[in-house]
């Protein structure tokens, strides 16, 4: 599976390349096909897909919440399903 084959570029998100910060980042989950991690760093969460070329890319940095809502689309469409309906707690 390459970066290109899964969401790009019509998931209608915008992507970033992730640039490390200080502040050491944790994976929280990764989605079943393994295309996605949901992260945090320095108190937000973030969502991780690999980039062309190595590293990765990043969307819908900021509170657990919001960045959750984004991140149970993308693993939903990636199954070819509904989102959940609730927020779960992070780790």
Same mark, same amino acid.
């Given at each position: 599976?390459?970066? *290109?084959?899964?969401h790009? @570029? !019509?998931?209608?998100?915008e992507?970033?390349?992730?640039?490390?910060? !200080? *502040? @050491?980042?944790?994976?929280?989950?990764?989605?079943?096909? +393994?295309?996605?991690?949901?992260?945090?760093?320095?108190g937000?969460?973030?969502?991780?897909? @690999?980039?062309?070329?190595?590293?990765? !890319?990043?969307?819908?940095?900021?509170?657990?919440?919001?960045?959750?809502?984004?991140?149970?689309?993308?693993?939903?469409?990636?199954? +070819?399903?509904?989102?959940?309906? +609730?927020?779960?707690?992070?780790?």
């Amino acid at each position: 599976m390459t970066a *290109e084959s899964v969401h790009q @570029p !019509d998931d209608g998100l915008e992507w970033a390349p992730f640039v490390r910060q !200080d *502040e @050491p980042y944790r994976i929280r989950a990764t989605s079943c096909c +393994g295309h996605f991690e949901l992260a945090s760093q320095g108190g937000q969460y973030l969502i991780l897909r @690999p980039a062309e070329g190595g590293g990765y !890319d990043e969307t819908a940095r900021g509170t657990y919440s919001r960045t959750y809502v984004v991140w149970d689309t993308l693993v939903a469409a990636a199954h +070819g399903s509904q989102p959940s309906t +609730g927020i779960r707690k992070a780790g």
